[in-house]
């Protein structure tokens, strides 16, 4: 298998995933798993690694420009993603104990749905609306939302950087792009330690594959994230819901047919 055929597919994963995770605050894992499993024949535990470490400075990166555009909750941020992070462990140890269920497709049909109603019913929440929420009452949100988020990833699997979106837009009530910035934010930590279990345990993978997966999708969540914060709440609702749809959809396609 040639350097270029692996650049070729490494890099429109990295387009897919960047925008993912620019416009919307996606997991790569979404995105580059299937493609390096059905094009490049990689063992998936090797793939999932990859698209962990893909998801690390694509997400610090996109978190940087929301924050500079002070479109990021840090506080909240932090007080879910430490619950997130404890709770997917006892998620994980849960599913270890119970039947297995086939959950694989998770992510990709919730990418699916979740632009689709971006497109249908966008999120028109303002900054103002956000600031009469009191403190107690977000921090108490954000710890039970983070638990929730935290168990059912671990249990499942899956669904990380989708749940974290519709969570915070549609249970949380943040306005679009700070639930975006909160969403990169703790998803850069939540990625950093699931590439660092996956290397430890299986080893590094393809070097190439993941130097090429890593830079494409760090080009592509920049121009995605420095596009989002410029753009009005609307366009950006649609342009969410397209990507996400269109993403979805191609995931499915690569699975299914």
């Known amino acids: 298998m040639s350097i270029l055929y692996k650049f070729l597919?490494?890099?429109?994963?990295?387009?897919?995933?960047?925008l993912g995770?620019?416009?919307?605050?996606?997991?790569?894992?979404?995105?580059?798993s299937p493609m390096l499993i059905t094009f490049l024949h990689i063992?998936?535990?090797?793939?999932?690694?990859?698209?962990?470490?893909s998801d690390v400075l694509a997400s610090a990166i996109s978190a940087y420009t929301y924050g500079k555009n002070k479109n990021l909750d840090i506080k909240n941020g932090i007080?879910?993603?430490v619950t997130v992070l404890l709770f997917t462990m006892v998620g994980s140890w849960v599913s270890s104990r119970v039947p297995s269920h086939t959950m694989g497709n998770f992510s990709v049909f919730m990418t699916l749905l979740l632009g689709i109603k971006f497109l249908v019913k966008p999120v028109m929440t303002t900054k103002e609306t956000m600031a009469?929420?009191?403190?107690?009452?977000?921090?108490?949100?954000?710890?039970?939302?983070?638990?929730?988020?935290?168990?059912?990833?671990?249990?499942?699997?899956?669904g990380g950087g989708m749940m974290m979106?519709?969570?915070?837009?549609?249970v949380l009530g943040y306005e679009l792009k700070t639930a975006v910035g909160t969403s990169v934010f703790i998803m850069a930590f939540t990625a950093f330690t699931g590439a660092a279990s996956h290397f430890a345990i299986g080893g590094m993978p393809d070097i190439w594959c993941l130097v090429f997966c890593v830079l494409s999708t760090l080009l592509w969540a920049r121009i995605a994230a420095r596009f989002a914060?410029?753009?009005?709440?609307?366009?950006?609702?649609?342009a969410t819901g397209a990507v996400l749809t269109v993403l979805g959809a191609a995931i499915l396609a690569v699975n299914y047919l």
């Open 132 to 158: 009469a929420v009191s403190a107690k009452k977000r921090f108490i949100q954000s710890v039970i939302c983070g638990i929730v988020i935290g168990f059912i990833c671990g249990f499942v699997g899956a």
């Open 229 to 238: 914060n410029k753009a009005s709440a609307i366009t950006l609702n649609r």
């Open 165 to 170: 979106l519709l969570i915070l837009t549609s």
């Open 9 to 18: 597919i490494c890099f429109a994963a990295g387009i897919g995933a960047g």
């Open 79 to 81: 007080t879910m993603m």
């Open 43 to 53: 063992p998936a535990y090797q793939a999932v690694g990859i698209a962990l470490a």
């Open 21 to 32: 995770t620019g416009f919307a605050g996606m997991s790569a894992a979404a995105v580059i």
